[in-house]
């Protein structure tokens, strides 16, 4: 398909195992983001790229949080030591231009749940 | 800090009527509004968007408005279809395109 895509769908992860949660955009999208929706909530951002560049990661809740962009295509969101407060539905989304106004694709997000 | 406020977490209408979702924001340096809509298990999905330097928008049975003196803005669908029912998200913009969502709204269209 020509959308956003992320796998795995869905991830159950003992509290301190690293999780690695992939996005791939939709081909030729500049801009990607990362969000975070816990449940009964909006989705909350973590983080932004621009090509292969982080050029916003302040929503990111803490250092064990960690995101790349290596060759401005996929990206990966890495969960260290996970921890229950991380269980949420991880949104990855992404955007045509470089700047103005434009809507975002969602891909359908990655559900972590952290016993 | 809820920069971005929907105070209605649900919100039953009767099929061919009109939904009102409404939203409101404190920040004044946002600019740039939208509504995405939300079924279980996929990820939101845009439906409408207005600049501030509009009141009002619209695309088909949807219409979103603006009043930023109020810095409130709402969605109305006319008339409403039993497909629209979902969760719907405000959001807003100001800067390069980092987004700040409300908790949702979920509708019912009641057949």
């Known amino acids: 398909g020509a959308g956003v895509s992320q796998s795995p769908r869905y991830k159950v992860a003992k509290r301190g195992q690293d999780v690695a949660l992939r996005c791939d955009p939709i081909s030729g999208h500049v801009s990607l983001f990362w969000y975070q929706q816990a449940l009964g909530q909006g989705p909350e951002f973590l983080t932004y790229f621009q090509n292969e560049a982080q050029l916003d990661k302040s929503g990111l809740p803490s250092d064990r949080f960690f995101a790349e962009r290596p060759e401005g295509s996929v990206s990966t969101l890495k969960i260290q030591r996970t921890q229950q407060e991380d269980s949420a539905v991880y949104l990855c989304a992404s955007s045509l231009v470089y700047r103005g106004r434009s809507e975002q694709f969602f891909g359908p997000g990655t559900r972590l749940t952290v016993l | 800090d809820q920069q971005v406020k929907q105070n209605s977490p649900s919100l039953s209408v009767q099929e061919g009527r009109i939904s009102i979702l409404n939203c409101d924001y404190t920040n004044s340096m946002f600019d740039y509004f939208l509504w995405y809509k939300k079924y279980p298990a996929e990820g939101p999905t845009f439906l409408i968007s207005i600049s501030s330097i509009k009141d009002k928008n619209e695309d088909g049975r949807f219409t979103v408005f603006l009043n930023k003196s109020a810095k409130h803005l709402s969605l109305h669908i006319v008339p409403s279809q039993p497909g629209d029912s979902a969760v719907y998200f405000c959001?807003?913009?100001?800067?390069?395109?980092?987004?700040?969502f409300g908790t949702g709204t979920k509708l019912q269209v009641i057949p």
């Open positions: 959001a807003a913009s100001g800067g390069y395109q980092k987004v700040t």
